[in-house]
């Protein structure tokens, strides 16, 4: 079964799932002001090439808290044949499931909560306070019982952060994760930095502390395509989340205030993936957009949920990946990471 915010589903149905996504966030509490004109401004044609260079040099854009616009984008998603989404969003950084319940039943759309802890830096002092059975007991309760007095549950752990180098706190919150998961079987997301290989060290300790490798997606990996970090990830029997599709970004030196670097392109990352389907690897690898920025939706600009879809299913095909290793990672994979297994 699968826990959505209506509550359990089985998979029959289903087809091209997003397995990490976000419908009502806010990050700008994690972006650095830049000394510009336009980083206070909404987000405009004329300022719009900026965000092409740097996502997070307009504020606005760390902002996804329009529940009408969502509705619209996630009937466009449908439309073009997808049916469940998980979102990610941890309370940290806006998760709404009142809101989202909303969405999810005028978009006809499913939706996967999730639950736990985001990075050190997004995290107020009060849940930072927390023991590491406390922080459990949370974990469990969302998904077991219900998300702020409701009886709506959470249906996967994560995104669990982890930064850089991992603070104390996620290592507390990692642990905590780790436990609710060997003790519920539901799947676990791991935030992972998206610029060194801190991921591995963060999927070891979940492992070291009873989580099953193979209801583990490590999120982020197809934003430098380290071949060697991916396989070890791999090896260890856990998912590779390439979930930044649709972010093509060279983040200039001067205006680097979140993010550190480079982004893959999609044509890089579907090469990859055909890379890792000839290797065996094809069973491990999930695939969404990641979206957490306003230019991503179509509304604003961008190419929406159903870009994997619409766009990267194609260009999959266009490299020689078969129909049949598509619906694997794009419907098989997903479903199995996000079923419960207790």
């Known amino acids: 079964m699968i826990t959505t915010i209506k509550g359990d589903i089985t998979s029959e149905g289903l087809k091209n799932l997003l397995p990490h996504e976000h419908i ?22 004329e300022n719009f090439g900026k965000l092409t260079r740097n996502p997070y040099a307009i504020l606005d854009n ?3 808290g329009d529940a009408d616009v969502a509705v619209k984008e996630l009937k466009k998603y449908k439309d073009a044949g997808g049916t469940l989404i998980a979102d990610v969003t941890t309370v940290d950084f806006g998760r709404d499931v009142k809101a989202l319940a909303d969405i999810s039943e005028k978009s006809g759309v499913h939706i996967v909560l999730g639950c736990g802890s985001y990075i050190d830096a997004s ?3 009060e849940i930072k306070a927390l023991s590491k059975d406390e922080l459990k007991k949370r974990i469990i309760t969302e998904l077991t019982v219900g ?6 549950r959470a249906g996967v752990i994560g995104e669990v952060g982890t930064s850089g180098e991992m603070t104390e706190f996620e290592k507390k919150s990692l642990v905590a994760a780790s436990e609710a998961q060997a003790e519920t079987g539901y799947g676990m997301h791991i935030h992972a ?3 060194n290989r801190e991921g591995l060290n963060a999927l070891d300790w979940a492992i ?3 989580a099953n490798p193979e209801k583990i997606a490590v999120d982020h990996v197809d934003v430098l395509l380290d071949e060697d970090y991916i396989l070890g990830v791999l090896d260890r029997g856990a998912y590779v989340d390439f979930d930044d599709f649709g ?3 060279y983040v200039d030196r001067p205006t680097r205030n979140l993010l550190l670097g480079s982004f893959a392109t999609d044509v890089e990352r579907v090469k990859f993936i055909k890379k890792l389907i000839d290797k065996g690897y094809k069973n491990q690898i999930l695939i969404t957009n990641d979206i957490c920025l306003k230019s991503m939706l179509h509304t604003y600009g961008g190419w929406g949920y159903d870009h994997v879809i619409t766009n990267i299913i194609p260009m999959m095909e266009d490299f020689g990946i078969s129909a049949d290793d598509i619906d694997t990672m794009m419907t098989k994979n997903p479903i199995r990471f996000l079923e419960r297994s207790k």
């Open 147 to 152: 998300i702020d007095g409701t009886d709506m």
């Open 208 to 210: 070291k502390n009873g």
């Open 123 to 125: 995290v107020s002092d």
């Open 247 to 249: 972010k093509e970004f």
């Open 62 to 64: 760390a902002l996804i």
């Open 24 to 45: 009502l966030s806010d990050l700008r509490p994690l972006v650095a002001p830049l000394d510009d004109e336009d980083f206070y401004k909404p987000i405009t044609l």
């Open 193 to 195: 930095c998206l610029w």
